[in-house]
Nanobody, 119 residues
Framework: VQLVESGGGLVQAGGSLRLSCAAS??????MGWYRQAPGKQRELVAT????????HFADSVKGRFTISRDNAKNTIYLQMNSLKPEDTAVYYC???????????????WGQGTQVTVAS
């Protein structure tokens, strides 16, 4: 399994960035983005199911971030608008396989991409 992220960078507060995550090596049930700021725990940002396309967002990003998928490319996108300095973190792509037997969950992670929002 390989997850390749792209799209991070430096942006001014109020600006926008779009992250991409291209997955390969398996069929995933859920994909999403997590982030980790210095000195803080990794936290969920947004997820999307690859079947129905159901989405879930952290309260801190609702109304500002959107997540979408292109199943043909096995790729997800995180559109981040109205960025704030507190959005500064390393953003990690996550892909989940839920095995049909015992519904065991397998998590896979990308290498992370830095997002820095300057005030």
């Amino acid at each position: 399994v390989q997850l390749v992220e792209s799209g991070g960078g430096l942006v001014q507060a109020g600006g926008s960035l779009r992250l991409s995550c291209a997955a390969s090596g398996s069929t995933f049930n859920v994909m999403g983005w997590y982030r980790q700021a210095p000195g803080k725990q990794r936290e969920l940002v947004a997820t999307i199911t690859t079947g129905r396309g159901s989405t879930h967002f952290a309260d801190s990003v609702k109304g500002r971030f959107t997540i979408s998928r292109d199943n043909a490319k096995n790729t997800i996108y995180l559109q981040m608008n109205s960025l704030k300095p507190e959005d500064t973190a390393v953003y990690y792509c996550n892909a989940v396989v839920i095995a049909p037997v015992y519904l065991r969950r397998y998590d896979y992670w990308g290498q992370g991409t830095q997002v820095t929002v300057a005030s």
